[in-house]
T-cell receptor, first 112, second 116 residues
Framework: SQKIEQNSEALNIQEGKTATLTCNYT??????LQWYRQDPGRGPVFLLL?????KEKRKERLKVTFDTTLKQSLFHITASQPADSATYLC???????????FGAGTRLFVKA | SAVISQKPSRDICQRGTSLTIQCQVD?????MFWYRQQPGQSLTLIAT?????????ESGFVIDKFPISRPNLTFSTLTVSNMSPEDSSIYLC?????????????FGPGTRLTVL
């Protein structure tokens, strides 16, 4: 069956450290993968998109990798800050269904 | 970027009643999407709404339960009909950004629905 899996357990890290979140998928062949941030009581906000032919993408303190062999994307936040505390969702395109499939998200807590 | 507003932001409803959620976008868009997000769960697509045609529903969602209107290119409504406690969820509308021929989306703030 098709699945997108993100760590259901919250990730707690200290301010200044690098946070690494994982997204694994099964039985999909996405052309690209996206990461969104969701704060409590708000809709998701797009952060980064990485295509299948890209190994790595960066935007300020954010870095995303995409390994189509492992069927995995890693999302890194360097020099993390308490303001980075949120839920981070990965999403991929279901080319067979022409729609976006979201993971359940990983909650990140950054302690000062 | 698109700015999306939703009304109401939250509501508490009685079993058996219906609630209509409104979604307004500040620019004209072809497709609007309605999602449901239950606590701790991923976003689940309910339907895609195109202006001038019937909405396309995903497996497990039917028009009688979730009727959708799309009267113009900036507005859509989703009605949750004959509600039960299982319908308690956050309902989100979204539009595609049109960025780089991908389906990157802008989301509204969501409507938190509680059914008693």
């Amino acid at each position: 069956s098709q699945k997108i899996e993100q760590n259901s357990e919250a990730l707690n890290i200290q301010e200044g450290k690098t946070a690494t979140l994982t997204c694994n998928y099964t039985n999909y062949s996405p052309a690209y993968l996206q990461w969104y941030r969701q704060d409590p009581g708000r809709g998701p906000v797009f952060l980064l998109l990485i295509r299948e032919n890209e190994k790595e993408k960066r935007k300020e303190r954010l870095k995303v990798t995409f390994d189509t062999t492992l069927k995995q994307s890693l999302f890194h936040i360097t020099a993390s800050q308490p303001a980075d505390s949120a839920t981070y969702l990965c999403a991929l395109d279901d080319t067979g269904g022409f729609k976006t499939i979201f993971g359940a998200g990983t909650r990140l807590f950054v302690k000062a | 970027s698109a700015v999306i507003s939703q009304k109401p932001s939250r509501d508490i409803c009685q079993r058996g009643t219906s609630l209509t959620i409104q979604c307004q976008v500040d620019s004209q868009v072809t497709m609007m999407f309605w999602y449901r997000q239950q606590p701790g769960q991923s976003l689940t697509l309910i339907a895609t709404a195109n202006q001038g045609s019937e909405a396309t529903y995903e497996s497990g969602f039917v028009i009688d339960k979730f009727p959708i209107s799309r009267p113009n290119l900036t507005f859509s409504t989703l009605t949750v009909s004959n509600m039960s406690p299982e319908d308690s969820s956050i309902y989100l509308c979204s539009v595609e950004s049109g960025r780089d021929h991908t389906d990157t989306q802008y989301f509204g703030p969501g409507t938190r629905l509680t059914v008693l």
